[in-house]
Nanobody, 124 residues
């Protein structure tokens, strides 16, 4: 069974850091682009960041650019979202996703596998 499992969420004070992990199982994701989305209470899910299958290309939403860094480890079949200088508005459920057919996808429909999400709460 193909699965993406997120971890690393939690409660942090504003200005702090967290590193989210997304571990893939069931098949190798080395040829997939990977991405992160988030959904805050009462809001629609929004794009956060994406990384190409090679890891050489990344794309970030303006709201997180310069603060978040996305990377991947093919040997571990895992992607990481390092989140620094966190703000209360970063509070959301963060979802990992994989795309088997797009190079650097930014839209939900471009992803074909999703994780269950991990909660990130940033206190002021």
């Amino acid at each position: 069974q193909v699965q993406l499992v997120e971890s690393g969420g939690g409660l942090v004070q504003a200005g702090g850091s967290l590193r989210l992990s997304c571990a893939a199982s069931g098949r190798t994701y080395s040829s997939d682009a990977m991405g992160w989305f988030r959904q805050a209470p009462g809001k629609e899910r929004e794009f956060v960041a994406a990384i190409s299958w090679s890891g050489e290309n990344t794309y970030y939403a303006d709201s997180v650019k310069g603060r978040f860094t996305l990377s991947r480890d093919h040997a571990k079949n895992t992607v990481y979202l390092q989140m620094n200088s966190l703000k209360p508005e970063d509070t959301a459920i963060y979802y990992c996703a994989a795309s088997s057919w797009r190079r650097l996808p930014r839209q939900e429909y471009e992803y074909d596998t999703w994780g269950q999400g991990t909660q990130v709460t940033v206190s002021s």
